[in-house]
């Protein structure tokens, strides 16, 4: 679409290319007929410009159009007149960085420069005989006069085309090392810090913050993660902002939800979309918020903001920052489903330890109630030799229960390293075990073997084997137990075992309310896809097998 330069106030670098001379005796023919119909040819160069196909009037006065098309001819007279394509370079190159900007190409420019021609032409057949040998050297000067202006304007083109590549893989290369750094974590709010820092970088906005779509809850949740130095700015007081309802958001933010598309607001005083009691509360004077959008749902919102003046932001500006969030919305995404897997994983295991408190510590609570009451039922009626063995049974039940709290602690304060692995920390456990609980524990491992387990899986064998090591210290009567790990068919193998007296494993499993720690042990290894088998009979010893998958390329994070 042909559209006529609104204005010609930016030149590109100076000397970018370079001037062309002539070496021959100006056109003065030429240069008189142009001279003498300047006014008549711009008018008639500006309605040929107007009635060609696809033209988009610029909406600036007429006026202004005939200045700009008079400088021009007047370029173009003083290169025939001179012999030098100074101003007319300086001209065209004026022309074309605006034609350029305004989202147009060369064939704009080249267009004009034609229409150019075939105005002047018009008055140089109307004042020279046609076919003269005049006519014909003002037709030549006019083609390369022209030529030399189409040829400038590839070259320019040329050189503005290949910046515009070169920034845009300088864009490209930046929103890549974003998505790397944001995709190397799974840490929401270190996710958030590095997506931040990258919008505040492209926009120039020191202070931003983040508002999280809870889908599940129906919530906007403030999500702080901006260095703000600032007292009571917006982005260091979301922290302290409440959680949203979606039913009751404000106008921009349904925009932000609805149009999935960015807002701007230059002033957030007179913007209708913004509440003007919050902006004047956190001191916000131009704000740009922008939706981090997944498979068409707003998962997250990024606000930048200014606090010390009002500023617009370009388009360039705005497209960058999102081009940020459409690159590293899965990344948010999968921070925020990794920290609710995480989340889910803290409220299990706070209800398998509360079970396995129950089942430790709240039985023998009982039992202890129950021994005293009889004890002091006992001295009541004189019976004072079976008080005296109801106190005897208490004492060894209150240290039994004091071992059990003390072996507990002593178990949750074991955790897997992720510089040492598994099965260094095993070995320190079981070192340290020996020592307090005197059962001679011996560990074996396959030479070589390459675990391959997951942080979490890891943790969840050590738990299996504390509480594997547990029974075999109240229920066994060993003094020695063995431990077996080994690789078989793709899976990590690994079996507790004593000579203790053994039990009934369907029994025991049949016995509602009591023996929870065996229901503990199946549900963490059912927990990281493993199986547990639980081998023994009475006065055999028991054998507990763990089986858990291993992966070929090691654990994750």
Same mark, same amino acid.
Request: proline share 4%.
């Given at each position: 679409?042909?559209?006529?330069?609104?204005?010609?106030?930016?030149t590109?670098?100076?000397?970018?290319?370079?001037?062309?001379?002539?070496?021959?005796?100006?056109?003065?023919?030429?240069?008189?007929?142009?001279?003498?119909?300047?006014e008549?040819?711009c008018?008639?160069?500006?309605d040929?410009?107007?009635?060609?196909?696809?033209?988009?009037?610029?909406?600036?006065?007429?006026?202004?159009?005939? +200045? =700009?098309?008079?400088?021009?001819?007047?370029? @173009?007279?003083?290169? !025939?007149s001179? #012999? %030098?394509? $100074?101003? *007319?370079?300086?001209?065209?190159?004026?022309?074309?960085?605006?034609?350029?900007?305004?989202?147009?190409?060369?064939?704009e420019?080249?267009?004009?420069?034609? +229409? =150019?021609?075939?105005?002047?032409?018009?008055a @140089?057949r109307?004042? !020279?005989?046609? #076919? %003269?040998? $005049?006519? *014909?050297?003002?037709?030549?000067?006019?083609?390369?006069?022209?030529?030399?202006?189409?040829?400038?304007?590839a070259?320019?083109?040329a050189?503005?085309?290949?910046?515009?590549?070169?920034?845009?893989q300088?864009?490209?290369?930046?929103? !890549?090392?974003?998505?790397?750094? $944001?995709?190397?974590?799974?840490?929401?709010?270190?996710?958030?810090?590095?997506?931040?820092?990258?919008?505040?970088a492209?926009?120039?906005?020191?202070h931003?913050g983040?508002?999280?779509?809870?889908?599940?809850?129906?919530?906007?949740?403030?999500?702080?993660?901006a260095?703000?130095?600032?007292s009571?700015?917006?982005?260091?007081?979301?922290?302290?902002?409440?959680?949203l309802?979606?039913?009751?958001?404000?106008?921009?933010?349904?925009?932000?939800?609805?149009?999935?598309?960015p807002?701007?607001?230059?002033?957030?005083?007179?913007?209708?979309?913004?509440?003007?009691?919050?902006?004047?509360?956190?001191g916000?004077?131009?704000?740009?918020?922008?939706?981090?959008?997944?498979?068409?749902?707003?998962?997250?919102?990024?606000?930048?903001?200014?606090?010390?003046?009002?500023?617009?932001?370009?388009?360039?500006?705005?497209?960058?920052?999102?081009?940020?969030?459409?690159?590293?919305?899965?990344?948010?995404?999968?921070?925020?489903?990794?920290?609710?897997?995480?989340?889910?994983?803290?409220v299990?295991?706070?209800?398998?330890?509360?079970?396995?408190?129950?089942?430790?510590?709240?039985?023998a609570?009982?039992?202890?109630?129950?021994?005293?009451?009889?004890?002091?039922?006992?001295?009541?009626?004189?019976?004072?030799?079976?008080?005296?063995?109801?106190?005897d049974?208490?004492?060894?039940m209150?240290?039994?229960?004091?071992?059990?709290v003390?072996?507990?602690?002593?178990?949750?304060?074991?955790?897997?390293?992720?510089?040492?692995?598994?099965l260094?920390?095993?070995?320190?456990?079981?070192?340290?075990?020996?020592?307090?609980?005197?059962?001679?524990?011996?560990?074996?491992?396959?030479?070589?073997?390459?675990?391959?387990?997951?942080?979490?899986?890891?943790?969840?064998?050590?738990?299996?084997?504390?509480?594997?090591?547990?029974?075999?210290?109240?229920?066994?009567?060993?003094?020695?137990?063995?431990?077996d790990?080994?690789?078989?068919?793709?899976h990590?193998?690994?079996?507790?075992?004593d000579?203790?007296?053994?039990?009934?494993p369907?029994?025991?499993?049949?016995q509602?309310?009591?023996h929870?720690?065996?229901?503990?042990?199946?549900?963490?290894?059912?927990s990281?896809?493993?199986?547990?088998?639980?081998?023994?009979?009475?006065g055999?010893?028991?054998?507990?097998?763990?089986?858990v998958?291993?992966?070929?390329n090691?654990?994750?994070?």
């Open positions: 679409m042909l559209v006529f330069a609104q204005s010609l106030g930016s590109p670098k100076d000397g970018a290319y370079p001037q062309m001379e002539h070496q021959t005796q100006p056109p003065r023919e030429l240069i008189a007929i142009l001279g003498s119909n300047r008549e040819l008018t008639a160069w500006i040929l410009i107007q009635r060609s196909p696809g033209y988009q009037a610029p909406g600036q006065p007429t006026i202004d159009l005939y +200045l =700009l098309a008079m400088r021009g001819l007047d370029a @173009v007279i003083e290169a !025939l001179t #012999g %030098s394509y $100074a101003t *007319l370079e300086t001209y065209l190159a004026r022309l074309n960085h605006t034609i350029l900007s305004m989202g147009s190409d060369i064939a420019a080249n267009h004009m420069m034609f +229409l =150019l021609k075939e105005s002047a032409m018009s @140089v109307r004042d !020279l005989p046609p #076919g %003269s040998a $005049a006519a *014909l050297a003002a037709c030549g000067r006019l083609d390369a006069c022209l030529d030399h202006a189409v040829t400038f304007l070259r320019q083109y050189s503005a085309t290949n910046d515009r590549l070169r920034q845009r300088q864009q490209t290369a930046t929103l !890549l090392e974003i998505v790397q750094a $944001a995709a190397s974590t799974l840490d929401l709010d270190e996710v958030l810090h590095r997506v931040g820092d990258a919008i505040s492209v926009v120039g906005l020191p931003y983040f508002r999280l779509i809870d889908e599940e809850r129906h919530l906007l949740i403030p999500h702080y993660v260095e703000a130095e600032r009571g700015s917006f982005s260091a007081s979301s922290s302290r902002m409440p959680a309802p979606l039913s009751g958001l404000d106008a921009l933010e349904r925009h932000l939800l609805e149009k999935k598309e807002a701007i607001c230059v002033n957030t005083e007179t913007d209708p979309r913004v509440v003007r009691s919050l902006t004047r509360l956190y916000i004077k131009s704000m740009l918020a922008i939706p981090f959008v997944v498979k068409g749902r707003v998962v997250a919102i990024a606000f930048g903001c200014t606090y010390d003046e009002y500023r617009d932001f370009t388009q360039e500006e705005i497209d960058l920052a999102c081009g940020i969030a459409n690159a590293v919305g899965l990344a948010i995404e999968n921070a925020r489903l990794y920290q609710r897997v995480k989340e889910m994983a803290i299990e295991e706070r209800d398998r330890l509360a079970r396995e408190m129950h089942d430790n510590v709240a039985q609570l009982s039992t202890l109630q129950l021994k005293a009451s009889q004890a002091a039922a006992y001295l009541a009626h004189g019976r004072t030799q079976e008080a005296k063995g109801n106190l049974e208490l004492e060894d209150i240290s039994e229960a004091h071992t059990d003390r072996e507990a602690i002593f178990d949750m304060r074991t955790i897997v390293s992720p510089a040492d692995g598994l260094p920390t095993l070995q320190d456990y079981l070192d340290a075990y020996r020592t307090h609980y005197g059962v001679d524990v011996q560990m074996s491992v396959q030479d070589g073997l390459e675990l391959g387990l997951a942080r979490d899986a890891e943790f969840q064998v050590l738990r299996i084997i504390q509480e594997a090591l547990t029974n075999v210290r109240k229920h066994a009567d060993a003094g020695r137990a063995t431990i790990i080994r690789l078989e068919d793709s990590v193998r690994i079996s507790v075992s000579e203790g007296r053994g039990f009934d369907v029994h025991v499993m049949g509602a309310g009591r929870m720690g065996l229901q503990v042990m199946r549900e963490r290894a059912d990281i896809g493993g199986t547990l088998k639980i081998e023994s009979h009475p055999q010893g028991s054998h507990i097998i763990l089986s998958p291993s992966s070929p090691g654990g994750t994070p």
